[in-house]
């Protein structure tokens, strides 16, 4: 694969990070690359992303996919800091689970959770491997903006649906693809990247590296569907309201006006 060093517009949300460089996809490098960069660096230069947002300009406060989940069993894919299990928690599920690919992140939701008076149970893994979930068990699996970094969308996609009850609901939010091709310059929007580019590459970041592919969207929902879900709903649009409420007069947030820079994806189990 071509090693040299090629433009990209940002890793998952507004900055811009210039060059990276493609490397080739090795499972086992990336998770190492990229739980040692959440342990160490985490959301100290990324920032978090927590529930009710999905993303930039888009809430579930709007959108209302999850409904009412008292008495449900929640599953988070990639938990970070526990803010998003506190939402749900505090919203009466009667069980909260998650996975993350770093120990320091869970450590930091298991705090989070113990302070506001919430408890979960805790799995660091891969989200792509076996890790003793049980099967047919959760009502909801969610991820806010963290379902990106798998290695294996398609395995990743079939152990979700292995660990949803029949009819079960799948939620998803990660950078729209769009967003990612785009950048903007003198008040113009300019292709920076190949929309169908699914290489690998690696990004330095304030002393560490991230690796990542960036996904069309077909390919999410074609996996989504070979993992035998059916999708409900797809979000795709940035919400006014949150962007005058912020009063926010960015280049990114003149960006989302134009195009979507998040998505979310409401799957159902069939």
Same mark, same amino acid.
């Given at each position: ?12 949300? #507004? ?11 090795? *499972? ?8 040692? /960069? ?29 409904? !009412? ?5 929640? +599953? ?6 526990? $803010?998003? +299990? $506190? /939402? %749900? ?8 689970? #998650? ?10 939701? #298991? $705090?989070? +959770? ?15 491997? =076996?890790?003793?979930?049980?099967? !047919? /068990? ?25 660990? %949803? ?14 967003? *990612? ?15 169908? !580019? ?8 304030? =002393?560490?590296? @991230?690796? @990542? ?12 569907? &070979? ?5 409900? $709903?797809?979000? =795709? ?17 003149? &960006? ?15």
């Amino acid at each position: 694969m071509d090693k040299n060093s090629v433009y990209r517009t940002n890793i998952i949300g #507004a900055g811009e990070v210039g060059s990276a460089v493609s490397v080739d996809m090795d *499972k086992n490098y990336v998770h190492k690359i990229n739980s040692f /960069y959440w342990d160490t660096k985490g959301n100290d230069f990324l920032g978090a992303i927590v529930l009710p947002l999905y993303g930039a300009y888009v809430s579930e406060e709007k959108c209302r996919l999850f409904g !009412d989940v008292t008495g449900k069993k929640m +599953l988070e894919i990639g938990c970070g800091n526990g $803010q998003s +299990l $506190q /939402y %749900l928690g505090e919203r009466k599920a009667s069980e909260l689970w #998650a996975v993350d690919i770093s120990e320091k992140q869970i450590e930091k939701a #298991a $705090q989070h +959770l113990n302070a506001c008076g919430l408890s979960a149970k805790f799995i660091c893994t891969p989200m792509e491997e =076996e890790c003793g979930l049980p099967v !047919d /068990y959760f009502d909801f699996v969610y991820s806010i903006y963290a379902i990106g970094w798998t290695t294996d969308l398609e395995g990743t996609f079939g152990r979700i649906a292995s660990y %949803l009850k029949k009819d079960g609901v799948f939620i998803f939010s990660w950078s729209h693809p769009i967003h *990612k091709c785009v950048a903007a310059e003198n008040n113009m929007l300019a292709f920076k990247k190949c929309y169908f !580019d699914e290489s690998w590459y690696s990004v330095s970041l304030d =002393e560490g590296t @991230l690796t @990542l592919s960036d996904r069309k969207l077909s390919t999410y929902v074609n996996a989504l569907a &070979k993992a035998g879900f059916v999708i409900e $709903q797809m979000v =795709e649009e940035s919400d006014d309201e949150i962007m005058q409420s912020r009063d926010d007069n960015s280049d990114f947030a003149k &960006k989302a006006k134009m195009l979507p820079v998040t998505f979310v994806i409401k799957a159902r189990k069939l």
